[in-house]
């Protein structure tokens, strides 16, 4: 659906383009070539913007995989493709941001790297539906609350 969806969009803006060297005026008439034009590329590029939209979640072992990509994008730019994992150990807290058009899981990760102490990762679930989502929530609450009860435990061993 999603490859359908860009197919029509960039046939669209080819049409535009060749409306700009070979103007018909029945359709020059009512809108300009160069409007369609832009059209046609901020909806590409707004479609792009919003996300990935094969979102795979895994966190069966101790290993916590997420990888997204774009159904379209990732057959001409396999580097558009975004696998990461880590320990679930290292997974500190995590956030579901909503905006207007857009939703973010953002999971705030331990790193020795950095100088705060954590790494804060970043992931657009725009196309998850709402069962998804809690789905995703049920699962990363676990894992947080799993951690903070190893590390009150040793808080505890060591006092």
């Known amino acids: 659906m999603i490859e359908i969806f860009y197919t029509l969009?960039?046939?669209?803006?080819?049409?535009?383009?060749?409306l700009v060297f070979v103007p018909i005026p029945t359709i020059t008439r009512w809108v300009n070539p160069y409007t369609l034009i832009a059209i046609f590329i901020s909806s590409i590029y707004l479609f792009y913007k919003f996300g990935h939209q094969h979102v795979e979640y895994s966190s069966d072992g101790e290993v916590l995989n997420i990888k997204t990509q774009d159904a379209f994008w990732v057959k001409y730019f396999p580097q558009t493709r975004r696998i990461v994992d880590f320990p679930k150990s290292k997974l500190?807290?995590?956030?579901?941001?909503?905006?207007?058009?857009?939703?973010?899981?953002?999971?705030?990760?331990?790193?020795?790297?950095?100088?705060?102490?954590?790494?804060?990762?970043?992931?657009?679930?725009?196309?998850?539906?709402?069962?998804?989502?809690?789905?995703?929530?049920r699962s990363l609450n676990k894992i947080v609350k799993r951690n903070a009860d190893i590390k009150t435990s040793q808080l505890e061993e060591v006092n």
């Open 92 to 137: 500190i807290s995590y956030k579901v941001k909503n905006s207007l058009l857009n939703k973010k899981l953002e999971l705030y990760v331990t790193s020795r790297r950095t100088q705060s102490g954590f790494k804060k990762l970043s992931f657009n679930i725009t196309y998850l539906n709402k069962s998804e989502i809690s789905d995703l929530k």
């Open 9 to 18: 969009l960039f046939i669209g803006l080819i049409f535009s383009v060749l």
